[in-house]
């Protein structure tokens, strides 16, 4: 499951960040996601969930910003944002078109990656 490998590493980072200041637990962990990782944040709160029980982030709230996702055009250079339609979404497909001049030469520069931006601990 995409979403559960995304919350164990999402755990993995708060809980050593969590060890480096000897924390006794995690009550809050912030995140951004892009929006081209294809997550469903009620998912991924679910998978959260079960990654963390038995540990010190173990009831912990998990805040999520969707961020959306920027494309580079290879054509013109320029810098689009860009988020799913919904085809994108039902298909897995990720084609992206230039905003400037239409071309569908680009990349992905940003939007999928999740990013542990905050954690709130109790010492
Ligand atoms: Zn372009």
């Known amino acids: ?10 755990f993995k980072v708060a809980e050593a960040t969590a060890m480096k200041y000897n924390a006794k637990k995690i009550t809050q962990v912030y995140i951004e996601i892009g929006e081209l990782t294809l997550i469903v944040p009620h998912l991924l709160q679910q998978s959260f969930k079960m990654a963390t029980t038995g540990s010190i982030a173990e009831g912990a709230e998990l805040k999520i910003e969707i961020v959306p996702g920027k494309i580079r055009c290879r054509d013109c250079g320029k810098e689009s944002t860009v988020s799913l ?27 999928k990656n999740a990013t542990v931006k905050n954690i709130k601990i109790q010492e």
């Open 85 to 111: 339609s919904e085809e994108a979404q039902l298909t897995g497909l990720q084609l992206f078109q230039c905003r400037h001049c239409e071309s569908k030469n680009t990349e992905i520069i940003s939007g």
């Open 1 to 10: 499951m995409h979403e559960f490998s995304f919350a164990y590493n999402i």
